[in-house]
């Protein structure tokens, strides 16, 4: 299946999960892993974090969304989301880019959980220490 000239496709990450999104021009259809969006994001706090690049810019009812999400769980995937259809709007139009940028919706939020260390009960905690 080729992509056709309007269809924007864009990859969004947070933590370990990862979002490939589809822009088409549309009515404000949103399909997460062949599921309806409110299906897969039942909580509606989280598709209110999903839908704020739509809101801010205004264009709620201008695209239909499909993505593709493995890894992480559900806030992870949800930062992801949000993170993909902020870059496909800026590809999709560029005069939304500032809007985006200064609301801080194209920055990848690099915080993921740190490694366990040998020795150690986890990633900072340490064992009890005795002086005897």
Avoid: W
């Avoid at 399909?31 to 039942?42: I, L």
């Avoid at 709620?60 to 992801?80: C, E, L, V």
């Amino acid at each position: 299946m080729a992509a056709s000239r309007d269809e924007v496709t864009v990859v969004g990450r947070r933590k370990s999960a990862v979002a490939r999104v589809r822009l088409y021009p549309g009515t404000g259809k949103i399909v997460v892993n062949k599921r309806d969006f409110e299906q897969y994001f039942p909580c509606s706090t989280v598709r209110g974090y999903v839908t704020q690049p739509l809101m801010i810019t205004g264009v709620t009812q201008a695209f239909d969304i499909h993505a593709n999400i493995k890894g992480g769980g559900p806030m992870g995937q949800a930062g992801a989301l949000r993170h993909g259809i902020s870059r496909g709007l800026c590809e999709a139009n560029a005069e939304l880019r500032s809007v985006l940028k200064e609301s801080g919706m194209l920055t990848r939020d690099a915080r993921v959980k740190e490694r366990k260390k040998p020795g150690q009960p986890g990633a900072r905690k340490r064992f009890q220490f005795s002086k005897r």
